[in-house]
């Protein structure tokens, strides 16, 4: 099956600091990309939608200067978490759609990555 | 707007139990409906998925029944296993293409 990885699994920074969490589809192009946020025994919360090429699109209440996303190719995705702070530390994981050239819902998901800001 | 409801957990059963999650949706149109699972350690995994009225999606020995004129979508498996020990997301998508709105999780715990 379809597979995406995060990178890194896990990160622990000082704050002020920037962080950058890669996704990637390792065996399909994805066209489209989402970053969730998930906040302990909570649900995965929508951040933004990553278009291949172009700007991505952000949830209302999300700072699009603090979460930088970057999709410049069909199987890499890149959220910048910029100044970190403390309020920051969450659960980050990202999915893709596969660019199958049908109209399917089935997303992907990665491994998720943890992110602690001291 | 959209929204999932699902009902609260944790849910502990023991192994060869039957087991119902129970997920209610808010939808405008005709969205598609999912169940995701997250084993311990692991992102979430599609487990079964159902695109219109009176579908059933079935993996694993889980299924689901897209209700319509209930707008539910509950998981249900007839003997559970301690290998299904894991959280359960019940998602929609509201159109073909957009993120997922996902339900709170339900944790499921399986003893033997």
């Known amino acids: 099956g379809a597979v995406v990885s995060q990178h890194p699994s896990w990160v622990i920074c000082k704050s002020g600091t920037s962080v950058k969490i890669e996704c990637r589809s390792l065996?399909?192009?994805?066209?489209?990309m989402f970053w969730y946020r998930q906040f302990p025994k909570q649900s995965l919360m929508l951040m933004a939608t990553s278009n291949e090429g172009s700007k991505a699109t952000y949830e209302q209440g999300v700072e699009k200067d603090k979460f930088l996303i970057n999709h410049a190719s069909l199987t890499l995705s890149t959220l910048t978490v910029t100044s970190a702070h403390p309020e920051d530390s969450s659960f980050y994981i990202c999915?893709?759609?596969?660019?199958?050239?049908?109209?399917?819902?089935?997303?992907?998901f990665g491994p998720g990555t943890r992110l602690t800001v001291l | 707007g959209n929204s999932v409801t699902q009902m609260e957990g944790p849910v502990t059963l023991s192994e060869e139990a039957f087991l119902t999650i129970n997920c209610t949706y808010t939808?405008?149109?005709?969205?598609?409906l999912f169940w995701y699972v997250q084993y311990p350690g692991e992102g979430l995994q599609l487990l079964l998925k159902?695109?219109?009225?009176?579908d059933k999606g079935s993996n694993k020995g889980f299924e689901a029944t897209y209700r319509k004129e209930t707008t539910s979508f509950h998981l249900e498996k007839g003997s559970v296993q301690v290998s299904d020990s894991a959280v359960y997301f019940c998602?929609?998508?509201?159109?073909?293409?957009?993120?997922?709105?996902f339900g709170k999780g339900t944790t499921l715990s399986v003893s033997s």
């Open positions: 939808a405008t149109g005709y969205p598609s």
């Open positions: 998602a929609l998508s509201p159109q073909a293409g957009t993120a997922l709105i």
């Open positions: 159902a695109t219109k009225a009176d």
């Open positions: 065996d399909f192009q994805a066209t489209t």
């Open positions: 999915s893709a759609r596969e660019a199958s050239g049908t109209s399917t819902d089935t997303q992907y």
